[in-house]
C-alpha cells in the first residue's frame, strides 16, 4: 500500500519474490490497484517448476508480458536468458 501511494502517477513497482508466493502478491496488488506489467518466471533448470518471479507493476493498465527462463540450460552451463540478464553486474 505504502509503495502504491508513494509512486507517481506514470511509476512502477519491480519486484524479485519466491514463486511460491505469487498468489499471495497477486491478491494484494487487487487491494492496492498495481496493474501487472511483467513477469518473469525462472527456474533453477529447464523443465523444472519456477523458483523466482521477477515482476513489475505499474499504475496504468499496459499490455502484460510474461516470459519464463532457466538459469541453467540442459548441458549444465548458465542459459543465455541468464548471461544477458546479469552481465552488468559482473565485473570484466
Known amino acids: 500500500v505504502l509503495a502504491y501511494e508513494r509512486t507517481v502517477e506514470q511509476g512502477s513497482l519491480a519486484v524479485v519474490v519466491p514463486a511460491a508466493r505469487r498468489d499471495e502478491l497477486f491478491a494484494m496488488a487487487k487491494t492496492t490497484q498495481w496493474h501487472l506489467w ?28 510474461v516470459e519464463s527462463f532457466s538459469i541453467y540450460s540442459e548441458n549444465g552451463l548458465r542459459s543465455d536468458v541468464f548471461k544477458g540478464l546479469t552481465m552488468e553486474f559482473y565485473l570484466r
Not at 42 to 51: A, N, R
Open 38 to 65: 511483467r513477469m518473469a518466471e525462472i527456474s533453477g533448470k529447464t523443465g523444472d517448476p519456477p523458483k523466482r518471479l521477477l515482476l513489475q507493476w505499474s499504475k496504468q493498465p499496459r499490455k502484460t508480458s
